[in-house]
């Protein structure tokens, strides 16, 4: 059975950061393009970053550009999402999603396996 789980998510402070974690089981990731994805509450799911199998990454979001990056270990089948100078508005819940091919999408529909999420809150 392929599933991913996020971790990592947390209360924080503006200007703090958190570090996200996709652990795959049942597959092994070196074969995806894994994609960070979040929704706000009220708001429609929106995309993050993306990682192809090569490394390569691709902001989905203009907001999160030199605040986030993307990484991968396939040794321990795992992607990370690094968040830094987090704002308020970064608040929500944050989904790992994996596309079986080398390289990223922003189309959520290529991504066929999802994890259940993770909730990244931003406040003072």
């Known amino acids: 059975q392929l599933q991913l789980v996020e971790s990592g998510g947390g209360l924080v402070q503006p200007g703090e950061s958190l570090r996200l974690s996709c652990a795959a089981s049942?597959?092994?990731?070196?074969?995806?393009?894994i994609g960070w994805f979040r929704q706000a509450p009220g708001k429609e799911r929106e995309g993050v970053l993306c990682i192809s199998t090569s490394s390569v990454p691709l902001p989905l979001a203009d907001s999160v550009k030199d605040r986030f990056t993307i990484s991968r270990d396939n040794a321990k089948n795992t992607v990370y999402l690094q968040m830094n100078s987090l704002k308020p508005e970064d608040t929500g819940v944050y989904y790992c999603?994996?596309?079986?091919?080398?390289?990223?999408?922003?189309?959520?529909?290529?991504?066929?396996?999802w994890g259940q999420g993770t909730q990244v809150t931003v406040s003072s």
């Open positions: 049942g597959f092994t990731l070196d074969e995806y393009s």
């Open positions: 999603a994996a596309r079986l091919y080398l390289y990223c999408s922003d189309w959520e529909a290529d991504f066929r396996t």
